[in-house]
């Protein structure tokens, strides 16, 4: 290669081959050569998508743990990163970060984030359910929409010679402040419904209902906007409206059926094969390529494919899965930026305009807010439950955004009227969990009964995330309970992350994660309550549940952090408090303390922090039934452990290995007292050991390990050699 090199290089021609001459030194060749880099189109794209989804992870956290949804979250956050605060303090690092030569490709971005999203929300709908409950949702979707429309045409009459841009006709500005209004975001309905527990309540029906069949008319709605504001007349506009038909007609009358063939030959598959999946994803691409050659929007296209996948739970699971994750996580959020660049809430100089944007939003609430209510109690619902689906249907959210950004990128809204606009999706969405909780204020019920049976009872609740581990949790608990069950009660408690289930699957998702729990309660015959909900927060309304309940012991599996043992763990230590911005605020605020240098994961210590109940973690080696009991003694504060002991040997006749560690000192009177007295009940059930030094035999020979979080603390910080050989382990935490 060498000797081929230097040959070749006298083939070179002086006269035509140059080399750039520089006056600077070597190093500062190659900083110029990083800083061209940084400059590429490709590395400022990368830049700026980890930016975007780094704020925008944060931001949704923050409003999740306010009880509001993500998107609201991830809205501000583009607000933030665009001209209104980042462009107003930080203009050169705002500048640099995003060029407006470089906005294109964001734009371009974020729309193919678009398409997929709308494929998902078309596929999440439930034209079935639609079907089932189609009169009321009739009704109350379309007042929800009839009502803001017409108020919305009504405002614009004053909004137009002041805020309409120079050579818009009145009639789409009209159009598209009309339906601007009308916008319902039917998934931040579904997700707030899901994690409010109401999804499976009639009224959680007809709201989902009513907010799927909004979605479907507000979407044709907007496809004759687009198609009057595109056509410059009406009468021209009638051609596109037309084709549109046809092409409805043809996606429901020939690629349907076609895609149900599909569907129904490859139903019992386990994996679809990759021409299979292509198939569907070709179907998604020239729909919506269809839509935007005919001038009705790209979106509606992505939308309509969605809907009319096939019916088969499966393939529509298999499809939100393959297309959520990229859409929602990655793409989604450079919408939300791209939005925010286009918001300048600093253009909003003048207290008229504020006052201005006030009345926007009060008009929105009293169209879609007083409109649904009002049609809901029309169809026969109490006040109540109009009320509730009136507040459900005032959220506007994600899709508010996305008729916004038509409007502008048609130039049909000016950036004064599209910041006030998106103010108003903000306010309306964030005040619809407020809204929701003034209504169950005003109208107070019973309030919820989370476990049957008196105060006097034994009550352990288990909380549990993948249904398999829920078997020893159980074989546990009823080691406790066995004998006393009509004392005793079990409550077995399943969350489910928020984004992670879709409304339509709930039901199934439910029934498939109780089942291996509810198989091994028939085995033990040990009766047991299941609970399940979507939750935005699942240690804290772990920790709540339980709290509320009152219950005595909470039992939860062990868990690791996904940074444990690990280099990255080793050099950035803090990394954990930074992926965990709560465990940062509650060792900030001294919440904390207790666990500090916690041995468990993150999820563990948010519940141990939060939770006011005993709390055990479970270590589970394959736990069949506990004969055998290794009880270590640490100093007072294992003392509680003693208990957990005797109902062990009550309910099980389990055998007990004591090591008391502090044998012979002065700090182990009383323990050694009540370890006596205990003792004296069953002396052939209870066999105080005097050596420390445990070898793995006696270890292996044990069914059970009882120890206290502060004993297991000293394991870890020791590297004991008992962690290589611990056998089932539960490490209490006492609340009590």
């Given at each position: 290669?060498?000797?081929i ?5 006298k ?10 001459e520089s ?10 050569f990083l ?11 990368l830049?700026?998508i980890?930016?975007i989804?780094?704020v925008?992870?944060i931001f ?8 509001q949804?993500s998107v609201?979250?991830e809205i501000?956050?583009?607000i933030v ?11 050169e690092f705002?500048t ?10 964001l734009?371009?971005?974020?729309q193919?984030g678009l398409?997929l ?6 596929m ?12 009321d949702?009739v009704v109350?979707s379309?007042?929800?929409?009839v009502?803001?429309f017409?108020?919305?045409v009504?405002l ?5 010679e002041?805020?309409?841009p120079?050579?818009?006709?009145f009639v789409a500005?009209?159009?598209?402040i009309g339906?601007?209004?009308s916008i319902t975001?039917f ?8 994690e ?9 029906t ?8 909004d979605?479907?008319?507000?979407w044709?709605l907007?496809?004759?906007?687009i198609?009057?504001v595109k056509?410059g007349?009406?009468?021209?506009s009638?051609?596109v ?7 409805v007609i043809?996606?429901?009358k020939?690629?349907r059926?076609?895609?149900?063939r599909i ?8 994996k679809?094969s990759?021409?299979?999946v292509?198939i569907f994803?070709?179907?998604l691409i020239?729909?919506a390529?269809?839509?935007e050659?005919?001038?009705i929007?790209a979106?509606?296209?992505?939308f309509m ?12 699971n ?10 929602l996580v ?5 919408f939300f930026?791209?939005?925010?660049l286009r ?8 207290p008229?305009?504020w006052k ?13 807010f007083?409109?649904s209510a ?13 009320l509730?689906i009136?507040?459900l249907?005032n959220?506007r959210g994600?899709m508010e955004l996305?008729v916004l ?19 108003m999706?903000?306010l309306?969405t ?21 476990l ?6 034994y009550?352990i ?9 829920s078997r ?9 309970v066995k004998?006393?069950s009509?004392?005793?009660?079990v409550?077995a408690?399943h ?22 729990i ?5 085995i ?9 909900r ?12 339980a709290?509320?309940?009152e219950?005595?012991l909470?039992?939860i599996?062990?868990?690791q ?10 050099i ?14 509650n060792?900030?605020?001294g ?11 993150d999820s563990?210590t948010?519940i141990?922090s939060?939770?006011q ?14 004969k055998?009991v ?6 007072e504060g294992?003392?509680?452990?003693i208990?957990f ?6 309910n ?9 560690e502090?044998?012979g000192?002065d ?7 009540l370890?006596?007295e205990?003792m004296?009940?069953?002396?052939r ?8 030094n445990i070898?793995r035999?006696?270890l292996q ?5 009882i120890l ?13 050699d008992?962690?290589t ?6 490490i209490l935490?006492?609340k009590?």
């Amino acid at each position: 290669m060498y000797w081929i090199i230097q040959t070749g290089a006298k083939l070179e021609d002086e006269n035509t081959v140059t080399i750039p001459e520089s006056s600077n030194s070597e190093w500062q060749q190659f900083i110029e050569f990083l800083k061209h880099n940084l400059d590429h189109p490709l590395a400022l794209l990368l830049a700026q998508i980890v930016i975007i989804i780094l704020v925008a992870r944060i931001f949704g956290w923050a409003c999740k743990k306010i009880g509001q949804p993500s998107v609201i979250g991830e809205i501000i956050a583009g607000i933030v990163l665009g001209p209104t605060l980042l462009g107003a303090y930080f203009p050169e690092f705002s500048t640099a970060l995003f060029p407006a030569e470089s906005l294109g490709n964001l734009q371009f971005l974020s729309q193919i984030g678009l398409i997929l999203f709308m494929f998902v929300i078309g596929m999440e709908l439930d034209l079935n359910a639609l079907k089932n409950r189609a009169n009321d949702a009739v009704v109350v979707s379309h007042a929800s929409i009839v009502f803001p429309f017409a108020l919305g045409v009504g405002l614009s009459y004053f909004l137009y010679e002041s805020f309409a841009p120079e050579g818009v006709r009145f009639v789409a500005f009209a159009l598209f402040i009309g339906i601007a209004m009308s916008i319902t975001a039917f998934p931040v309905l579904a997700r707030i419904v899901q994690e409010r527990g109401i999804h499976k309540t009639r009224l959680g029906t007809m709201a989902i209902t009513c907010a799927a069949a909004d979605d479907i008319t507000a979407w044709c709605l907007l496809a004759a906007v687009i198609a009057v504001v595109k056509a410059g007349s009406l009468v021209s506009s009638l051609y596109v409206i037309a084709l549109a038909a046809l092409y409805v007609i043809a996606m429901l009358k020939v690629v349907r059926p076609f895609l149900n063939r599909i569907g129904d030959l490859n139903a019992g598959k386990e994996k679809l094969s990759k021409p299979i999946v292509a198939i569907f994803f070709l179907t998604l691409i020239l729909s919506a390529y269809s839509t935007e050659v005919i001038g009705i929007h790209a979106l509606f296209g992505a939308f309509m494919a969605g809907t009319i996948m096939p019916a088969n739970i499966k393939f529509r699971n298999i499809f939100i899965e393959k297309v959520e994750d990229i859409a929602l996580v990655l793409l989604l959020p450079l919408f939300f930026v791209f939005t925010g660049l286009r918001t300048e809430i600093g253009l909003l100089n003048d207290p008229e305009l504020w006052k201005l944007t006030l009345v926007i939003v009060l008009v929105a609430v009293a169209g879609k807010f007083l409109g649904s209510a009002l049609a809901a109690r029309f169809v026969g619902q109490n006040w109540k439950d109009s009320l509730t689906i009136g507040a459900l249907m005032n959220t506007r959210g994600l899709m508010e955004l996305v008729v916004l950004n038509i409007g502008y990128d048609l130039g049909v809204l000016t950036p004064e009227i599209f910041t006030m606009l998106v103010i108003m999706a903000l306010l309306t969405t964030f005040m619809t969990g407020p809204a929701l909780d003034m209504i169950n204020w005003a109208y107070k019920e019973k309030t919820f009964s989370f476990l049957p049976g008196q105060k006097s009872h034994y009550k352990i609740l288990l909380a549990f995330n993948h249904p398999q581990t829920s078997r020893a949790l159980l074989r546990l608990a009823n080691s406790f309970v066995k004998k006393s069950s009509e004392n005793a009660t079990v409550m077995a408690l399943h969350l489910s992350p928020s984004g992670d289930l879709r409304h339509y699957n709930a039901e199934a998702y439910e029934k498939d994660s109780f089942a291996p729990i509810i198989l091994e309660s028939a085995i033990l015959n040990q009766k047991i309550g299941t609970h399940f909900r979507v939750s935005g927060d699942i240690e804290t309304d772990t920790a709540e549940f339980a709290n509320k309940g009152e219950y005595d012991l909470l039992l939860i599996g062990f868990g690791q952090s996904i940074f444990e043992g690990s280099l990255l763990g080793k050099i950035f230590g803090f990394t954990t408090r930074i992926i965990n911005p709560e465990k940062l605020i509650n060792q900030v605020t001294g919440r904390a303390k207790l666990f500090e240098n916690s041995p468990f994961d993150d999820s563990t210590t948010l519940i141990l922090s939060k939770s006011q109940v005993t709390v055990g973690i479970f270590i589970d080696k394959g736990l069949k039934e506990i004969k055998r009991v290794f009880l270590p003694l640490l100093d007072e504060g294992d003392t509680f452990l003693i208990n957990f002991a005797q109902k062990l040997v009550d309910n099980v006749g389990a055998q007990i290995l004591v090591l008391d560690e502090q044998v012979g000192t002065d700090g182990s009177a009383e323990r050694m007292e009540l370890l006596a007295e205990t003792m004296a009940k069953n002396p052939r059930k209870f066999d105080l050991l005097t050596d420390k030094n445990i070898d793995r035999e006696l270890l292996q020979q044990t069914d059970l390990m009882i120890l206290s979080a502060e004993h297991w603390k000293v394991l870890v910080e020791t590297k004991s050699d008992w962690l290589t050989d611990i056998p089932n382990t539960l490490i209490l935490v006492n609340k009590s």
